[in-house]
């Protein structure tokens, strides 16, 4: 239980630095840009994977000792549906309830780690024996 408890707090601190920089990556598009909000959120959000990938695997999931490349592509699809959760949120958000997108984000913020967690323990973690 205190090793899930250490996983969970390092999974915070990547989750808090990916999620800078996918709000980050928003607000230049959106803001300096003009940008379309859901193109924007898209564009934040594949940035912050890939460093939330490096992370990841660096600090919170130790995976096999396979490919790198099949290990990332993985992360990467999981991604996908983080992805998709995120784009439907934003866009009823922004879109149908005509909320401020930045609102919207932080809401969407709440679902998408939750999901990430989940699908990276259980398809990209190293069994223990």
Known sequence: ?????????????????????????LMLLKEHL??????ASA????VSVVVNYIL?????FHGGEGSKVKEFAIFAALSVGGLL?????MWIGTE???????????????FVPIYNFVT??????KKAP
């Open 96 to 110: 149908k309830l005509t909320a401020y997108y930045l609102w919207v984000k932080l809401f969407a913020l709440v």
């Open 1 to 25: 239980m205190k090793k899930l408890l250490i996983q969970l707090m390092k999974f915070g601190v990547v989750g808090v630095i990916a999620m800078l920089i996918d709000l980050g990556v």
């Open 120 to 125: 990276r323990k259980i398809f990209l973690e």
């Open 56 to 60: 990841s695997m660096l600090f919170v």
């Open 34 to 39: 003009h940008v379309d909000v859901l193109w």
């Open 85 to 89: 959760i995120n784009q439907f949120i």
């Open 43 to 46: 564009a934040g959000f594949s």
